[in-house]
DNA sequence: ACAATAAATCGAGATTTGTAGATATGATTA
DNA sequence: TAATCATATCTACAAATCTCGATTTATTGT
């Protein structure tokens, strides 16, 4: 776990709303077309659509949690679905603790 | 309380070391010559000393860190001294739970 | 095989952050 | 009241991040 990088990640707020906004994705995203539900997550254009910035900047937001390991990324087909790593949300705010 | 604002300080490394070593000053900074004890923090000197970045970079880092008030500051004489605020890093913690 | 679609990657300009040296401010000492 | 010292602020340039449009890649449907 690289606790700075994630602190990169998390200091901009389009990045933490989409991390958020993933808590609830029922509430927080339109229902799926491709798959039944939001077990895997939600679709890179979903959140596109929500943050209204562009398709290569949320890409690569995405990316990004994904590489620190904050989001798990699933392909359906030619959908991505993204969602929360809740391991290791919880491990880093665990180590905020002692790194703090 | 500023979320992001916190976050971004804390997407340093100097400055994550600094509210790190500022846990134990006894251990990571010389003994204080003009105060008597580290009940107000470390003189900015000692944390220049030790980051070995300039003078007005770390002053600058100092005073990010006290407008977010992860950093207690007082002043004695010439020197300027800095404490964490511990209230408030427990509080980030804290709201970490809610706002990830 | 070809066209279409979703997502990832590339390249580049705009903005923000990092960092230093110079200068200003405030406190102390001669 | 000068001179000196510690810190803060100002100015500027270098490096990193933000963001987009264009291109590429992967997958599907015709």
Redesign the interface.
Known sequence: MN??EI??V??N?VR?DI??WLKKPEKNFPPQVNVPDFNDGVCVCHIQDKTGLSQSTISHYLTMMHKVNLLIATRHGKWTYYKRNENE?LN??DS??N??
């Open positions: 606790f700075l602190n990169k998390l200091s707020q933490v991390l958020h949300i880093y705010i905020l603790k790194e703090l």
